[in-house]
């Protein structure tokens, strides 16, 4: 589970780098605070949040689901009739990075039972 943990944790990162990167094309460079004061904004960055409790539920011990299925259910494949996939999709087709990160997510899940 460290593993898959590890893996999702830098594909979070690689997609919040993504945004940075669109929001700064139109805001000017930012200091790490006001980023992350835009992307808590529910309205615009709520498509992330379930990916980001995913990763919540990893340190949670009173988390009753199976983090497995849950990740398979979010990223295997993404959903493009969810703001989550809508977007995970879109932000993939731009970011070959991101393409790389999925598939490193993928593999691990393939070989996970659950």
């Known amino acids: 589970m460290a593993e898959l943990r590890s893996a999702l944790l830098a594909l979070h990162k690689s997609l919040l ?5 669109q929001v700064e094309r139109v805001h000017g460079r930012l200091g790490n605070a006001e980023f992350l004061q835009i992307v808590s904004d529910p309205v615009r960055y709520g498509w ?5 409790e995913l990763l919540l ?3 949670d011990e009173e988390y009753a689901g199976d983090l497995v ?6 990223l295997l494949p993404p959903k493009a009739e969810t703001p989550f996939g809508r ?26 039972p659950g």
């Open 17 to 21: 780098a993504a945004e940075r990167r």
């Open 48 to 52: 992330l949040k379930p990916f980001t």
């Open 57 to 59: 539920h990893f340190d």
């Open 69 to 74: 299925v849950d990740a398979r259910e979010l």
């Open 87 to 112: 977007r995970y999709l879109s932000l993939m087709q731009r970011e070959p990075g991101l393409v790389v990160d999925h598939r490193t997510v993928t593999r691990l899940l393939e070989r996970r």
